[in-house]
């Protein structure tokens, strides 16, 4: 009867994950498994990866924190291209780099089943987000991708913003604090006139300025699917806050927006609170960390008494 088992944290190592393992191959009700932080290296991935070639249930698994590296990864990328449940895989911080990215990049092009792929905090760089954004050109199965802390740059996201172009089935991107900057922010948001697909976009802590932020408020005005988009952690400023506020008077589609850590102070708070006037469709608004000060909170506070559909988080 047991479907998820966690056993993160455990100190299980190379011969714990083999134990789970030989389960695996006669288990048929385990759906979600969860081993992070173990770590059972390279030689457990190993054991993890042969399981999955004959395991027919599971759904979720969990390997962050593994240490699995190079050879551990081309293993998990070798079962990717046989097995046909596993639609959610975590290999976040697991040493991962360019060449290892692109054994997995390889397994994306004629796996089936996978929605959801975590490759956050590990060294593929740009060269293995090419690989990566490779894949999405003709992978129609990945729904939900994470490129956090990489870092790609703005190469990159160029790779990777060419590949939304084409790709018709990512609704998820996550590239936080990919040191993409002012060329990287410019990639995405061309992208983002002609995706059609992309509902969710993180870009935070990613060096992104007033400059940035106008490309990005620009493709707003067009899209017409992106419903959240995270900005936090950025230096738009007061002048970018205007060019995302110029944006929102038009746009329809956004219902999520993360501003948080950004000095936009009360000009800035200013700009998006007139906005947030005539606005009917934002629902959810982070300006936490801000530095709107008592000025800007009054402006908000302004905005308040005819919007009746936000939400803002300040803390």
């Known amino acids: 009867t047991l479907t998820t088992l966690d056993l993160s944290w455990n100190e299980i190592g190379a ?23 173990n770590p059972i290296g390279a030689q457990g991935a190993q054991h993890i990866a042969d399981a999955l070639r004959t395991n027919t249930t599971l759904t979720t698994l969990h390997l962050s924190w593994n240490g699995i590296g190079a050879e551990g990864a081309q293993h998990i990328a070798n079962a990717l291209r046989t097995n046909t449940t596993l639609t959610t895989l975590n290999l976040n911080e697991n040493g991962i780099g360019a060449e290892e990215a692109q054994h997995i990049a390889n397994a994306l092009q004629t796996n089936t089943a996978l929605t959801t792929l975590d490759l956050s905090w590990n060294e593929i760089g740009a060269k293995g987000a090419q690989h990566i954004a490779d894949a999405l050109r003709t992978n129609t199965t990945l729904t939900t991708l994470h490129l956090s802390g990489n870092p790609i740059g703005a190469q990159g996201a160029q790779h ?18 990919n040191e993409i900057g002012a060329e990287g922010a410019q990639h995405i948001a061309n992208a983002l006139r002609t995706n059609t697909t992309l509902t969710t976009l993180n870009l935070r802590s990613n060096e992104i300025g007033a400059e940035e932020a106008q490309h990005i408020a620009n493709a707003l005005r067009t899209n017409t699917t992106l419903t959240t988009l995270h900005l936090s952690g950025n230096p738009i400023g007061a002048q970018g806050a205007q ?9 329809t589609t956004l219902t999520t927006l993360d501003l948080s850590g950004n000095p936009i102070g009360a000009q800035g708070a200013q700009h998006i609170a007139d906005v947030l006037r005539t606005n009917t469709t934002l629902t959810t608004l982070d300006l936490k960390g801000s530095r709107i000060g008592a000025e800007g909170a009054q402006h908000i506070a302004d905005a308040l008494r005819t919007n009746t559909v936000i939400l803002i988080s300040f803390y």
């Open 15 to 37: 011969e714990g994950a083999q134990h789970i393992a030989d389960a695996l191959r006669t288990n048929t009700t385990l759906t979600t498994l969860h081993l992070s932080g």
């Open 160 to 177: 990777i913003a060419n590949a939304l172009r084409r790709n018709t089935t990512l609704t998820a991107l996550n590239l936080r604090s």
């Open 243 to 251: 060019h995302i506020a110029n944006a929102l008077r038009t746009n």
